[in-house]
């Protein structure tokens, strides 16, 4: 009994250290001044009179998958220096009318229900992924940033320095979502 107790926790343990990453290089652990940390940029706003926000939420840090919607969005993540691309989701709270969706199955349908709601909602929701690159440099923190203007509702996406919130030369591209 004492075994299978062990087991369970061991278990538990595993599958919650897992979740998430914010590692976004392979190799062994590096020294923080020798790594570029980035960070999820958030944003502010207000369109039609109503305040809202929106966030470039972390996905992928070159082919290393750090985020998406069932596991979570790191807030950073510490990469190498060097050239990278980012992608990030850009979430926009006012086009997210689907957000109450998974609360509702999970009290419905209990675990099951909130995960087939959630999964429905997450295909519903309206989002782009972008992928922006840049050069990071050993010991400095940057912010990934997802600006809608709310006259035009143009979205610029760029990287600032966390430091002086100076612009990074940085350039990005709308991902192409792929079909099967």
Same mark, same amino acid.
């Given at each position: 009994?004492?075994?299978?107790?062990?087991?369970?926790?061991?278990?538990?343990?595993?599958?919650?250290?897992?979740?998430?990453?914010?590692?976004?290089?392979?190799?062994? =652990?590096?020294?923080?001044?020798?790594?570029?940390? /980035?960070?999820?940029?958030?944003?502010?706003?207000?369109?039609?009179? =109503?305040?809202?926000?929106?966030?470039?939420?972390?996905?992928?840090?070159?082919?290393?998958?750090?985020? *998406?919607?069932?596991?979570?969005?790191?807030?950073?993540?510490? /990469?190498?220096?060097?050239?990278?691309?980012?992608? /990030? =989701?850009?979430?926009?709270?006012?086009?997210?009318?689907?957000?109450?969706?998974?609360?509702?199955?999970?009290?419905?349908?209990?675990?099951?229900?909130?995960?087939?709601?959630?999964? /429905?909602?997450?295909?519903?929701?309206?989002?782009?992924?972008?992928?922006?690159?840049?050069? $990071?440099?050993?010991?400095?923190?940057?912010?990934?940033?997802?600006?809608? *203007?709310?006259?035009?509702?143009?979205?610029?996406?760029?990287?600032?320095? $966390?430091?002086?919130?100076?612009?990074?030369?940085?350039?990005?591209?709308?991902?192409?979502?792929? =079909?099967?």
């Amino acid at each position: 009994m004492k075994k299978l107790l062990y087991l369970i926790c061991i278990a538990c343990t595993l599958a919650l250290y897992s979740c998430g990453t914010t590692k976004a290089y392979v190799g062994a =652990r590096q020294e923080k001044a020798s790594l570029a940390t /980035i960070n999820q940029g958030n944003n502010k706003l207000t369109i039609k009179n =109503r305040k809202t926000k929106e966030s470039a939420l972390l996905i992928q840090v070159d082919s290393i998958a750090v985020g *998406d919607y069932f596991k979570g969005y790191p807030k950073h993540c510490d /990469i190498l220096p060097g050239t990278h691309t980012v992608e /990030i =989701r850009h979430f926009q709270q006012w086009n997210d009318n689907q957000a109450g969706a998974a609360a509702v199955g999970g009290v419905l349908g209990g675990a099951i229900g909130g995960v087939i709601a959630g999964s /429905i909602a997450e295909s519903n929701s309206p989002h782009k992924h972008y992928l922006i690159t840049f050069d $990071a440099v050993a010991g400095e923190t940057y912010n990934i940033m997802a600006v809608t *203007d709310p006259k035009t509702m143009d979205v610029d996406i760029y990287v600032t320095n $966390a430091a002086n919130e100076e612009r990074v030369k940085s350039s990005y591209k709308l991902k192409e979502e792929e =079909r099967q």
